[in-house]
């Protein structure tokens, strides 16, 4: 498992408004997410190897900071040009699913507050799934329903990956051609790190993490939704 674990996003250079600002210290809630998840299934009686990846940093304006136009060189061999630096949490997130493969997983569920895309499209009462795994996928659902915790399953196709293009590099961070759809060209940004991505892998777009505000449902603050449900999926894998 692999969690964004961004513990404060000004956007970079790519600054964000002080009002989108303010609640960023929650843009770890992919990691929390997956931590928690593994907790509950150890607690649960879990019996088999998981490994956790908690892709950790700040993303702050400083002299040192990524600038638009920089090209990162992965550790797989994969460019990537800089074109917002507010959209870093795949960027962390590349590291740790790199380094997931090559552990030979048996399947691979990377969770992360990515993209505001996601929220526009489900709001934040569902976290969102992308895969090419049906059978993954199904299994998630199961475990879902089981729970009684909402995912809404949202597009990731082949043609995804090329709507990332770079001129400078194998990829950019953000989409480069203005068709919307910026929960699944993220996940297809996040492919290029996974050896197999069309079998065995799931990701989460956690954008119900957090409430800003109270609802009739949930309080203010962290909902720990969806902690259940991963769980479940890890108990019955």
Partial sequence: MVGKGITFDTGGYSLKPSDSMS???TDMGGAALLTGSLAFAIARGLNKR???YLCCAENMVSHNAFKLGDIITYRNGV???VLNTDAEGRL???DGLIDACKQNPQFI???ATLTGAAKVAVGNDYHSVLSMDDNLTEALFKSAKT???PFWRLPFEEFHRGQIASSFADI???GSVPVGAGASTATAFLSYFVENYQ???LHIDASATFRKTASDLWAAGATGLGIRTVANLLLSK
Avoid: F
């Fill in 92 to 94: 962390v997130l590349a």
């Fill in 147 to 149: 729970e009684n915790e």
């Fill in 50 to 52: 998981v490994k956790l």
């Fill in 79 to 81: 460019t990537v040009e």
């Fill in 172 to 174: 950019a961070n953000i």
């Fill in 109 to 111: 569920i990377d969770a």
């Fill in 199 to 201: 079998q065995n892998w």
């Fill in 23 to 25: 609640t960023m210290r």
